[in-house]
Nanobody, 120 residues
Framework: QVRLVESGGGLVQAGGSLRLSCAASGRSVSSYAVAWFRQAPGKEREMTAD????????YYADSVKGRFTISRDNAKSTVYLRMNSLKPEDTAVYYC?????????????WGQGTQVTVSS
């Protein structure tokens, strides 16, 4: 079993930055791909970024490409999402998930989410 805990969310003004962290415990996630999803009120959950087990391959949704950076430190069992140039439309609950195979595939383990609010 893998337990994922997100942190780093909060309230930030448009144009600002935040770094989200996803700390894993229990079974190691070093062999899993890990993704960040987000869900805004009234909208479907969408994958924003994904990183493979080694960190050598990443995916970004078009809406965040060039502004968000996903990275991982397997020694610390932690995956990060650096978010720059934040926009009000980035406001959502952000979840990390592990055990999937990329966009459109099911992810087995999920965190509880962290709220990100971007004010205009």
């Amino acid at each position: 079993q893998v337990r994922l805990v997100e942190s780093g969310g909060g309230l930030v003004q448009a144009g600002g930055s935040l770094r989200l962290s996803c700390a894993a415990s229990g079974r190691s996630v070093s062999s899993y791909a890990v993704a960040w999803f987000r869900q805004a009120p009234g909208k479907e959950r969408e994958m924003t970024a994904d990183i493979n087990w080694s960190g050598g391959t990443t995916y970004y949704a078009d809406s965040v490409k060039g502004r968000f950076t996903i990275s991982r430190d397997n020694a610390k069992s932690t995956v990060y999402l650096r978010m720059n140039s934040l926009k009000p439309e980035d406001t959502a609950v952000y979840y990390c998930a592990a055990g999937g195979q990329g966009v459109g595939t099911p992810y087995k383990y999920w965190g509880q989410g962290t709220q990100v609010t971007v004010s205009s």
